[in-house]
T-cell receptor
Framework: DTGVSQDPRHKITKRGQNVTFRCDPI?????LYWYRQTLGQGPEFLTY????????KSRLLSDRFSAERPKGSFSTLEIQRTEQGDSAMYLC???????????FGQGTRLTVV | GQNIDQPTEMTATEGAIVQINCTYQ??????LFWYQQHAGEAPTFLSY????GLEEKGRFSSFLSRSKGYSYLLLKELQMKDSASYLC???????????FGRGTSLIVHP
């Protein structure tokens, strides 16, 4: 297993466009997290899945954001009508169980121009 | 909510020892993590504490005092490659979601 994989690594989009990111967790990891990180800050929690169920969403996740994990394996995070304030690194992490450490992917760096 | 506090930046000399502190306020504490993050890269897991005391792993050690809401990461025999951001993350509540502090940027100089 090569670890958590995210695609694309970089995305530049114009304001108002929709973007979708993909995360492939470590196989057999039940929990999958999405975080957002801006320069000089720690990762901020967005949402997490236990298998295919989305169990919690941060209030940071406006109605322009949606995440899915349809078969309990890979996950997608979509941002509709992007705004410049959405520019950030979007990190995905997975863990084997609720009480084990999370492993992070390399992230997708989004730039909205 | 949670409140996690770490120093913003620290500097140290190659070969020395540095201690990075993290204080937190939370309810339903159930674990504290330390991660290392080099610029432009993903955070990588360093250590986990859930009980009071010291956990040692090579050059890195992490300490936890739950009653004081306090942890530290101790880095020994510093190397230039240890220059990175060190993130303290606290897990609490029933959801077991790690919440991260802002991170401490450590600069190691010769």
């Amino acid at each position: 297993d090569t670890g958590v994989s995210q695609d694309p690594r970089h995305k530049i989009t114009k304001r108002g466009q929709n973007v979708t990111f993909r995360c492939d967790p470590i196989s057999e990891h039940n929990r999958l997290y999405w975080y957002r990180q801006t320069l000089g800050q720690g990762p901020e929690f967005l949402t997490y899945f236990q298998n295919e169920a989305q169990l919690e969403k941060s209030r940071l996740l406006s109605d322009r954001f949606s995440a899915e994990r349809p078969k309990g394996s890979f996950s997608t995070l979509e941002i509709q009508r992007t705004e410049q304030g959405d520019s950030a690194m979007y990190l995905c992490a997975s863990s084997e169980a609720m009480n084990t450490e999370a492993f992070f992917g390399q992230g997708t760096r989004l730039t909205v121009v | 909510g949670q409140n996690i506090d770490q120093p913003t930046e620290m500097t140290a000399t190659e070969g020395a020892i540095v201690q990075i502190n993290c204080t937190y306020q939370t309810s339903g504490f159930n674990g504290l993590f330390w991660y290392q993050q080099h610029a432009g890269e993903a955070p990588t897991f360093l250590s986990y504490n859930v009980l009071d005391g010291l956990e040692e792993k090579g050059r890195f050690s992490s300490f936890l005092s739950r009653s004081k809401g306090y942890s530290y990461l101790l880095l020994k025999e510093l190397q230039m490659k240890d220059s990175a951001s060190y993130l303290c993350a606290v897990r609490s509540g029933g959801s077991y979601i790690p919440t991260f502090g802002r991170g401490t940027s450590l600069i190691v100089h010769p």
